[in-house]
């Protein structure tokens, strides 16, 4: 089941470089939850926060309306059972504030039933 919850996540970065926003929200529950507060550049959007399809659009709209350009690119998925680590490569201008990033994160993502339940950066 693990390595089934890898490529779930594979699947997700693979349609978010293609920009379809469809196939990212099909793999996720319909009540999935997003927590990027760790995440110093969640500043630049006010709240790190999300919960639900709506919730993820409105995180990810205001998060791309925040950076001048931004790039993540996955640079390892880590099997943890129900739960899969991304290891991201995060390059990046703030729209408003100047602000560079080039920084290593992770992500804790959770997996059930075959859809992403959860995400904390």
Not at 11 to 32: N, T
Not at 43 to 60: D, N, P, V, W
């Amino acid at each position: 089941m693990s390595q089934e919850n890898v490529e779930i996540v594979r699947q997700v970065y693979e349609a978010v470089a293609r920009g379809d926003s469809a196939a990212v929200l099909a793999l996720y529950d319909e009540e999935v939850e997003l927590d990027a507060t760790r995440l110093p550049e969640t500043r630049l959007i006010g709240s790190g926060l999300a919960r639900g399809h709506e919730g993820m659009r409105r995180f990810h709209q205001d998060w791309d309306e925040a950076w001048e350009r931004a790039q993540d690119e996955c640079e390892e998925l880590i099997d943890a059972d129900e739960h899969v680590i991304s290891v991201v490569a995060r390059r990046g201008l703030g729209r408003a504030s100047g602000l560079r990033v080039n920084a290593q994160r992770a992500g804790v993502w959770t997996i059930r039933d075959g859809k992403v339940v959860r995400v904390v950066w």
